[in-house]
């Protein structure tokens, strides 16, 4: 089983809906990193948590320490939030590796 | 700010060569992380490393080796180059502070590695 595991694989949605894409993971962490990339873009970091919630415009991310579960929402989807969603996390188990999974692949339709 | 710069961006080598691939991090960041992207894989760790040491180290064989210089700068090399070495490479730099590890990343566009 993976350290950290993402769902969906993959998502489909129109614009305007709202999306969940889910993370867990099963090792002790310092903190948690959501990411985005592009087809044939670069990475970009989205958030960074270690606790509660964050939110940037039409991005939400929370995290649940206890329960080893984080979401990332987006609201109001558009056409170009169409990307590769990754969920990355700071094992404490491994020397502070960052231990990544493997992605969310998000599609939005006009 | 000056970004994180990763060079050469494309590459064409043929097997049995070498390759030294760079990453030039944000500047005041002491912390860089190397990673290899290939479409089946995902992105996969290969080293990190911090004021000069590396600090962790994935799971590739010894043909994958890396450095960091006191300027944080940071070079890769892939000696002995397989056709399953083709892949994006790509480098992350991390503002690591006092407490570890607590830094967000911050990526360069990757070096492109095609091996024939």
């Known amino acids: 089983k993976n350290e950290v595991e993402q769902s969906p694989q993959n998502l489909t949605a129109q614009e305007g809906e709202f999306i969940t894409i889910n993370c867990s993971y099963s090792?002790?962490?310092?903190?948690l990193h959501w990411l985005q990339q592009h087809p044939g873009g670069g990475i970009v970091s989205l958030f960074m948590?270690?606790?509660?919630?964050k939110k940037h415009g039409r991005l939400i991310a929370t995290i649940n320490i206890q329960e080893k579960h984080s979401s990332l929402h987006i609201t109001a989807s558009h056409p170009r939030d169409s990307a590769v969603y990754i969920c990355?996390?700071?094992?404490?188990?491994?020397?502070?590796?960052?231990?990544w999974g493997a992605g969310t692949k998000l599609i939005i339709k006009p | 700010k000056a970004g994180v710069t990763q060079t050469p961006r494309y590459l064409i080598k043929t097997r049995g060569q070498q390759v030294t691939l760079s990453c030039s991090p944000i500047s005041g960041h002491r912390s860089v992380s190397w990673y290899q992207q290939t479409p089946g894989q995902g992105l996969q760790f290969l080293f990190e490393?911090?004021?000069?040491?590396?600090?962790n180290k994935g799971n590739f064989p010894g043909r994958f080796s890396g450095r960091q210089f006191s300027n944080s700068r940071s070079e890769m090399n892939v000696s002995t180059l397989e056709l399953g070495d083709s892949a994006l490479y790509l480098c992350?730099?991390?503002?690591?502070?006092?407490?570890?590890?607590?830094?967000?990343?911050?990526f360069g566009e990757g070096s492109r590695l095609t091996v024939l």
């Open positions: 992350a730099s991390s503002p690591d502070g006092r407490v570890r590890n607590t830094g967000e990343l911050f």
């Open positions: 090792v002790g962490i310092s903190a």
């Open positions: 490393y911090f004021s000069e040491t590396q600090r």
């Open positions: 990355a996390v700071r094992s404490m188990d491994s020397n502070y590796q960052l231990i």
């Open positions: 948590l270690s606790s509660g919630k």
